[in-house]
């Protein structure tokens, strides 16, 4: 049998031994399919735009919400041209790579017998997680949901794409109740999510809610006017200069200083400060060692959050089928989603790492639930964070009409704004968007002024417009954001053109006659089309 270097010659033989020289030493390497290079470098070239489906949007007026249908490679491509550091969090729940058909690749199922079944899945990732990070914030975070299949490779991965020293943490999801019987040998009980940080310095996760169940701990056996408070120790092994010392308690008991190996927390002087302002508990008698009275009232703010999230406080497998059947009206949900997520648990995650005007994105929406979650929460603070959801229709030679994104995932967001049964829309809406790629030499003739006009909003304004402004000269935005696109220039142009540069004479005009415009609106900032567009995708003609 021919050997897999056979027909190099010894110059191309060395050649491979000096790359290979240069690879790195420690991390993650992965072989590509040689099928796949072409492709993935032809993908690149091609240039991409959105269409607004109207039929399938949901709400009336200008809509910031999102959800786009396509490759989630496409979109990203395209939401780094008008997303790139503006996006707080980003969720993404990949294809978990069972070979149990749940990972789609070339528009066919990857089974376990595949050779190239990890690879794969590794640069299926890392092409979208670098693109990725060029849309956080500088206090920016992204989760992803795994199990134990590719948990390893996905955290080499993500050490690689975002920094050892960014991974902020790894949540262990509790997602079923009960163990399975027919396990071989453990009952898998939980899922990994994996949390990075775009710069670790400058993200700090918000404090959760406080439990019932936490509050309990406190008490109130002194009938202290500030409320509830619970025991703390006094003692502890930091060594402290001035914690060394005897104490005489008001029930007259000597003690001769704190536990051995042990140090007060505080001086003697500051402890007869604490103790005046009754916040040392001695204990019913007045005899017992001090201990430090900590107010519920003072750290009633919140919790930090741990990395253990059992499902009785953010939910399990079977509640998100539950979720996913009730608003549907589906009776069978294996054969749409065999891993859903309850929204509890994504609530929770939006919860803690964003504030109540940020963006958060998942380019693998499956069922649409970080919409759910979003708007949930922003139901509940009042916010108004806004989601981008991505979604692929997930067709297959053998499913050829299958659409995930349309009828289930737009689907239930769109019953969850609008209600379902008995339950109350949670209001809000969204502007549905299909991708449409096109070869770059065609653009003159393909691309139209409404995919212009999607584009520049998105880059330029917080929210899309139902309808295209129509005529020569198509404006929004105020002041610093004024936005003008010109569908035509000729002398019909100039005077629409002044009219609407009385808002802004700085705005910024697009054009396809650039140097024609740069004439009558010298104030402002002038861009090409189709150029402008092309370049910001990385396509140089």
Not at 299 to 305: D, F, H, L, N, S
Request: with cysteine.
């Amino acid at each position: 049998m021919p050997g897999k270097y056979d027909h190099l010659s010894k110059e191309q033989l060395v050649a491979l031994l000096e790359e290979r020289e240069k690879e790195k030493r420690l991390g993650l390497v992965w072989e590509r399919d040689p099928a796949l290079v072409g492709r993935d470098e032809s993908v690149n070239e091609q240039f991409v735009t959105l269409n607004h489906d109207k039929e399938a949007s949901c709400g009336s007026g200008a809509q910031r919400n999102l959800i786009i249908e396509g490759d989630n490679y496409d979109a990203l491509r395209l939401l780094r041209m008008t997303h790139a550091g503006r996006v707080k969090c980003i969720y993404i729940d990949p294809p978990y790579n069972t070979g149990n058909r749940d990972f789609i690749y070339n528009d066919r199922f990857i089974n376990k017998e595949d050779g190239w079944r990890h690879s794969k899945w590794i640069e299926f990732m890392h092409r979208r997680l670098i693109l990725a990070k060029d849309l956080l914030r500088e206090d920016g975070v992204i989760f992803v949901s795994i199990d134990d299949n590719e948990l390893f490779h996905l955290g080499m991965l993500m050490n690689e794409v975002f920094g050892e020293g960014n991974f902020v943490g790894n949540i262990i999801w509790q997602r079923v109740y009960s163990p399975k019987t027919s396990a071989k040998h453990f009952s898998t009980d939980h899922d990994y999510i994996l949390a990075y940080a775009f710069n670790g310095e400058a993200w700090t996760p918000n404090l959760l809610p406080r439990t019932d169940e936490q509050d309990k701990a406190y008490k109130n056996p002194d009938i202290d006017d500030r409320g509830p408070w619970k025991a703390g120790d006094l003692s502890a092994r930091n060594p402290y200069s001035r914690g060394i010392y005897p104490i005489t308690t008001p029930g007259g008991r000597t003690i001769s200083g704190p536990p051995p190996g042990n140090y007060w927390r505080v001086s003697k002087e500051k402890l007869a400060e604490m103790d005046a302002d009754r916040r040392i508990w001695w204990g019913k008698d007045g005899k017992n060692s001090p201990a430090i009275k900590r107010f519920l009232s003072e750290v009633k703010q919140g919790r930090v959050p741990q990395t253990w999230w059992p499902y009785e406080e953010v939910g399990h497998t079977q509640e998100a089928k539950q979720e996913v059947q009730r608003i549907l009206r589906i009776e069978e949900t294996e054969n749409v989603f065999s891993t859903p997520k309850p929204v509890r648990l994504i609530e929770r995650i939006v919860r803690l790492s964003t504030g109540k005007e940020d963006i958060i994105i998942d380019f693998f929406a499956g069922s649409g639930t970080t919409g759910h979650a979003v708007l949930k929460l922003n139901a509940e603070d009042g916010g108004n964070r806004q989601f981008i959801l991505v979604s692929s229709t997930e067709a297959t030679d053998e499913e050829p009409e299958k659409n995930l994104c349309r009828y289930v995932c737009a689907k239930r967001v769109k019953r969850v704004c609008e209600g379902y049964g008995d339950v109350q829309g949670l209001g809000g809406g969204f502007a549905y968007l299909r991708i449409e790629k096109m070869e770059p030499g065609r653009l003159l003739r393909r691309l139209q002024h409404e995919q212009v006009w999607i584009t520049l909003q998105m880059l330029h304004l917080d929210a899309l417009t139902p309808e295209a402004p129509g005529g020569i000269v198509w404006a929004a935005g105020e002041g610093k954001r004024r936005l003008i696109y010109l569908t035509q220039t000729n002398e019909k142009t100039w005077g629409p053109l002044e009219r609407a540069l009385v808002e802004n004479r700085r705005a910024t005009i697009y054009t396809w006659q650039p140097e024609l415009v740069k004439h009558h609106a010298p104030k402002a900032t002038v861009r090409p089309i189709p150029k402008f567009l092309m370049e910001r995708l990385g396509i140089h003609s």
